[in-house]
């Protein structure tokens, strides 16, 4: 069956760096747009960036345009977003998510695989 499983979340101080992992397994990684989400505790989940399956589009949220970036690696089936600069406000918990779709799209019912969620925590 379809997995995605994310890793690499933690506890970090502001100003500081974590790079999270999105390992798939079960599918055609790519053959899938991806994207990476986060939900805040009492907030509805967010997009925060997305990239298409062949690397076209890349997109950021602007709240973390400069300091996030994402990529993929299709032979490792593997997608990342390796976040700089962390902020108190960027504390959430952390979803990778496939689409079907060729290329990114923002909205969370295009996506037909999430991960369980990696925990990010960065205090001031």
């Known amino acids: 069956q379809v997995q995605l499983v994310e890793s690499g979340g933690g506890s970090v101080q502001a100003g500081e760096s974590l790079r999270l992992s999105c390992a798939a397994s079960g599918l055609t990684f790519s053959m899938y747009a991806m994207g990476w989400f986060r939900q805040a505790p009492g907030k509805e989940r967010e997009v925060v960036a997305g990239i298409g399956m062949d690397w076209s589009g890349a997109y950021y949220a602007d709240s973390v345009k400069g300091r996030f970036t994402i990529s993929r690696d299709n032979a490792k089936n593997t997608a990342y977003l390796q976040m700089n600069s962390l902020k108190p406000e960027d504390t959430a918990v952390y979803y990778c998510?496939?689409?079907?779709?060729?290329?990114?799209?923002?909205?969370?019912?295009?996506?037909?695989?999430w991960g369980q969620g990696t925990q990010v925590t960065v205090s001031s």
């Open positions: 998510a496939v689409s079907r779709r060729q290329f990114f799209t923002t909205g969370k019912n295009d996506y037909d695989y």
